[in-house]
């Protein structure tokens, strides 16, 4: 298992940046798929961006070149750089880790516990 605690969220102003960072803590942070999720009020959860072990990333087309998914396995972080936010990106973003691809695509794994981004208008 490895245990998520994700930081860095707050309120923005459209067109700023934030940096999310998902620390864990367990065994074999390295062998995990990586991902941040993203829900917002009445609305379904997201995947937002992904990274693999290898360091290949993926993105939803709604932040793809806005955001940038990055991992430093010697601090056990996967980090979200953000930028250009837009007010559709307030969200609750949650961080994931996965033992393989195909557990990330469908969400298992572990869950950090969220942190808010706000994005006003």
């Known amino acids: 298992q490895v245990q998520l605690v994700e930081s860095g969220g707050g309120l923005v102003q459209p067109g700023g940046s934030l940096r999310l960072s998902c620390a864990a803590s367990?065994?074999?942070?390295?062998?995990?798929?990586m991902a941040w999720y993203r829900q917002a009020p009445g609305k379904q959860r997201e995947l937002v961006a992904r990274i693999t072990t290898g360091g290949s990333t993926n993105y939803a087309d709604s932040v793809k070149g806005r955001f940038t998914i990055s991992r430093d396995n010697a601090k056990s972080t996967v980090y979200l750089q953000m930028n250009s936010l837009k007010p559709e990106d307030t969200a609750v973003y949650y961080c994931?880790?996965?033992?393989?691809?195909?557990?990330?695509?469908?969400?298992?794994?572990?869950w950090g516990q969220g942190t808010q981004v706000t994005v006003s208008s």
């Open positions: 367990g065994s074999s942070f390295s062998t995990y798929v």
């Open positions: 994931n880790a996965a033992r393989g691809l195909l557990l990330s695509t469908v969400g298992a794994g572990s």
